[in-house]
């Protein structure tokens, strides 16, 4: 029996589940955009590796101090017990995020988001070392040999420098970072340190270095869900189809702007054509504007073809910038901050705790009277040192029997043993609310009533 070799209709088919990376080489750019995209990279970098090296009172200015339980920012203290403060923190920062993307897109992913900022300090590096994006993917084609293999350990060993030193000081930020300096010069890190330090410079490495795009496309959540924000007034970027198609290298009659050089695509930070249309995959950076308005120039024609314009614009329709989501948000966003900001304008700076003695929950002293411990843990949040009074209010005859006073240091905390005593006679046997009142000496502004029971067998 003869077999018959299988039709190109029955060959089997190999299909992959998992698309292969092409590996992208963005083309440097200049101009507008690409000047406030660096303007952002200085700016954002100059706070981060900056601010963990000033003073405030005489200690670091911005410190998490999770060992301790105390958080120093500029001049205000947080406890533990502030941690409403940091939920409304997140909630600015989320309506502010719906906000900006609603009136003007990816602005956050574009210019300031560290996925970009560290991608374009990265891709820096590699163009100082490897050369312009020609040279580049010449180098990654070529063999390998001594060159090829010098540039790309010096590329390497600049990148890992720049993560290791990223990586210290962010964990400047919950460990002091002079005691931190001074640790690691000698060699001293302790293993928390030492483990959040390489972490942290692993992540900027692998994210900044290899993964760049990919981050922004399939690990960032931003990307999917954006489009949600987005309608037809939203300020985007986009590609002018009327006046740019048809496309085409030789100018002549009927043919649009674009020239087809793909420029455009080349200095995309993650490789897609704008002329396809918005795509979750754009973040925003406006590079492929830059690029498109520098030909433009060239070849004579007017700036734009690529450019921020909303859907309305594009099809002749008046936008809406004022519209009712854009409205919302900045009506709730503008509500929060003025309450946050008054929270923390009227904030007193003392914290009082009151914590029952469940082992002696009421006892009989001397002179027949009733007595009930209880501890106060308080806080001193100012920055200097402060003498405050204890008084507890109540049924009759009721008195603090303990040290009525004590002494906190700047950002000082104690938890204080409180006895409070009340005569026999002059009180009913059960449970009785009372209020403890702690009062800083130097400022009657300064004080705090936390309620508490007394309880009489």
């Known amino acids: 029996m003869k077999l018959e070799a299988p039709s190109a209709a029955t060959k089997p088919v190999e299909i992959s589940l998992y698309e292969m990376r092409q590996q992208i080489h963005p083309r440097s750019v200049r101009g507008w955009f690409a000047a406030w995209r660096w303007l952002f990279v200085w700016g954002t970098q100059l706070v981060f590796y900056g601010t963990a090296w000033l003073e405030w009172n005489g200690r670091q200015a911005l410190l998490f101090d999770i060992a301790h339980r105390k958080f120093y920012i500029f001049g205000l203290v947080f406890w533990p017990q502030d941690i409403i403060y940091l939920t409304v923190l997140l909630i600015i920062c989320a309506l502010s995020l719906f906000l900006f993307t609603a009136v003007a897109g990816r602005l956050w992913c574009g210019y300031a988001c560290p996925q970009t900022v560290y991608t374009e300090i990265f891709m820096w590096i590699e163009k100082k070392v490897e050369g312009d994006r020609n040279s580049r993917i010449r180098l990654d084609r070529s063999p390998w040999n001594a060159e090829k293999t010098a540039k790309k350990i010096s590329k390497h060993f600049l990148w890992t420098a720049f993560a290791l030193w990223t990586g210290f000081t962010f964990?400047?930020?919950f460990t002091p970072i002079r005691e931190l300096w001074a640790e690691a010069a000698n060699l001293s890190l302790g293993p928390w340190e030492a483990f959040w330090v390489f972490f942290y410079a692993f992540a900027t490495y692998g994210n900044a270095g290899w993964m760049r795009e990919q981050v922004c496309t399939y690990m960032c959540p931003y990307a999917r869900f954006q489009s949600a924000m987005f309608d037809k007034d939203t300020l985007v970027i986009t590609y002018d189809p009327k006046r740019g198609e048809p496309r085409g290298k030789k100018a002549g009659e009927g043919r649009g702007d674009c020239v087809d050089c793909s420029i455009c695509v080349q200095v995309c930070p993650t490789g897609i054509d704008i002329r396809d249309g918005l795509q979750y995959q754009c973040i925003g950076c406006a590079a492929c504007i830059d690029g498109?308005?520098?030909?433009m120039d060239k070849v004579g024609k007017p700036r734009g073809l690529i450019r921020y314009a909303t859907t309305h614009a594009l099809e002749g329709v008046s936008t809406r910038v004022l519209r009712p989501r854009v409205l919302v948000y900045a009506g709730i966003l503008v509500a929060i901050v003025l309450a946050a900001s008054a929270s923390?304008?009227?904030?007193?700076?003392?914290?009082?705790?009151?914590?029952?003695?469940?082992?002696?929950?009421?006892?009989?002293?001397?002179?027949?009277?009733?007595?009930?411990?209880?501890r106060l843990q308080v806080m001193n949040t100012a920055e200097r040192e402060r003498s405050f009074e204890i008084a507890a209010a109540g049924p009759a005859s009721l008195q603090v029997a303990s040290e009525p006073r004590l002494t906190l240091g700047p950002a000082d905390s104690r938890l204080v043993l409180v006895r409070v005593r009340a005569e026999r006679g002059l009180i009913a046997a059960g449970t009785h609310p009372i209020v403890f009142s702690v009062r800083a000496l130097d400022d009657d502004k300064v004080a705090v009533r936390e309620k508490s029971v007394f309880i009489v067998r």
């Open 171 to 173: 964990v400047g930020y």
């Open 292 to 295: 498109c308005n520098q030909v």
């Open 344 to 374: 923390l304008w009227l904030r007193v700076p003392l914290k009082v705790d009151v914590i029952r003695d469940r082992v002696a929950i009421s006892r009989e002293v001397e002179g027949g009277r009733i007595e009930n411990l209880y």
